[in-house]
């Protein structure tokens, strides 16, 4: 029995916490109440948090409200998926929201029982089916990806690898199954890139964790060792451990790839050991999952990519939440994931912008979708769309056009005529130009009048046609430079 059960009485939840209120990441520091009296030098002890985790519907009853038919179904389903919260993760969800997004992705829900579509699988990407040896899988050529432990610091309630964090005990020391998965990749010199996953290996013991890292240091045609952990997000304070982020630089081929998922998990914690890792010379990839009700909207995802790019984190990838049994109720349209995609291009730094991807069945991989920016062509041109909606004609050769020229309108007019862009009405930055080539325009008749041009009338300098179209290169006057004045 752990020692949270003994001292928790089992009366009814009471509410006890403050409401937290949202903030720009990164959020602040938070305590769940029944914790406000822990030392710092426990709270800030990964060893006090992992065995102070919460690992029961028994534990989690005294600390959130749960009606009696939630508490029956999640006690049926308590055996089929580990549970295992750690205060500091716990404390970041407000109690009294059902809803909460760091609740959804921590707390068992009654929801996991539904497969309303039948498509939900223990193993979606047949991992197993491209495993040559017990632990390691070989899908993409130049990469493999190693089950080093069934232990995470926390389960989420997503997780595509249920299957693996079910098996208990037994992964503490190195075993043979170790030992063929470093001789695979030794023995296939096509192998460049080696995902050290779990399960989350920044639970492993450091000696076991050594062994992965100094043969695959070792191996010389491995390039890159990814780390794939959500250690930083869940559980900060094992990283507060120098001799842990010593020996992962040790390694020096060493990449992380975290998991933030909401902007609420950028704590200081969280930034204070992301930080640890760059200065020790590890670039950290983050990879999102799309997940209803915690990030599938564009307000929430704007917040976490900012404020991933705010601590130096570079967003790698956004998932699409994968058809893993227990997590339909986490699953989006493809749609809701274009729509987001399509309010990141052109809306933020595109070192912001993680590439939307579907980690598809049969092993397929993972296929990235975004929405379309080519809209049409012919054997000339191509038609773009911008973020704006600007649709432009991109010439991408340098050749004589073939196309005879044809009166049409709209994209065609586009593709046949002697047009170039079509401008949305009201377009922002357009309206931005105007104050800009007023004054450009404006200085160039005064220079020309300065110097004693023969023309002595004042050049009007109001546009005259839709400012797209505008240039100043007849002394002073705005131009028609040979596009169309429709504004489409």
Known sequence: MFESDTRRSAAPYQPAAPTFEDEEPPSSSRRHPVWRDVPDEQWDDWRWQTHHSIRSVRQLRNLLPFSAEELEILGQLEGDYKVAIPPYYFSLIDPQNPHDPIRLQSVPSPLEAENLSGYELD???????????????????????????????????????????????????????????????????????????????????????????????????????????????????????????????SAEKVYIQTHFNHPRELTPEAIRVCKALLRAGMPINNHSVLLKGVNDNLATMRALLRGLLKAKIRPYYLF???????????????????????????????????????????????????????????????????????????????????????????????????????????????????????????????????HGSSHNAEVPIRPIIPLPLINCSNNGHPTNNGHAASNG
Request: net charge negative; glycine share 8%; with cysteine.
């Open 320 to 450: 699409h939440c994968d058809p893993v049994t227990g997590a339909g109720h986490f699953r989006t349209s493809i749609w809701k994931g274009m729509e987001i995609m399509e309010g990141l291009r052109g809306h933020m730094s595109g070192i912001g912008i993680p590439t939307y991807v579907v980690d598809s069945p049969h092993g397929g991989g993972k296929i990235p979708l975004m929405p379309n920016y080519l809209v049409s062509m012919s054997d000339d041109a191509v038609i773009l769309r911008n973020y704006e909606g600007l649709l432009i004609r991109y010439q991408a050769e340098d050749k004589p056009t073939t196309i005879e020229a044809t009166t049409t309108q709209g994209v065609s007019g586009l593709l046949q005529g002697d047009k170039t862009v079509l401008i949305p009405h009201d377009n922002e930055r357009m309206a931005r130009r105007k104050p800009r080539v007023i004054r450009e325009c404006g200085t160039a008749a005064a220079e020309r009048n300065h």
């Open 123 to 249: 193993d979606p990407l047949e991992e197993d089916k491209d495993s040559p040896v017990p632990g390691l899988t070989h899908r993409y050529p130049d990469r493999a990806l190693l089950i080093t432990t069934p232990n995470c610091s926390m389960y989420c309630r997503y997780c595509t690898r249920k299957r693996a964090t079910l098996t208990r005990g037994g992964w503490e020391s190195i075993s043979a199954d170790d030992e063929r998965m470093i001789e695979y990749v030794r023995d296939h010199p096509e192998i460049r890139d080696v995902i050290i996953s779990g399960g989350d290996p920044l639970t492993l013991p450091l000696n076991k964790l050594r062994y992965y890292l100094e043969n695959l240091k070792a191996i010389e045609h491995v390039d890159v060792i990814r780390i794939g952990t959500r250690v930083p997000v869940t559980l900060p304070q094992r990283l507060y451990d120098n001799e842990l982020i010593e020996l992962l630089a």
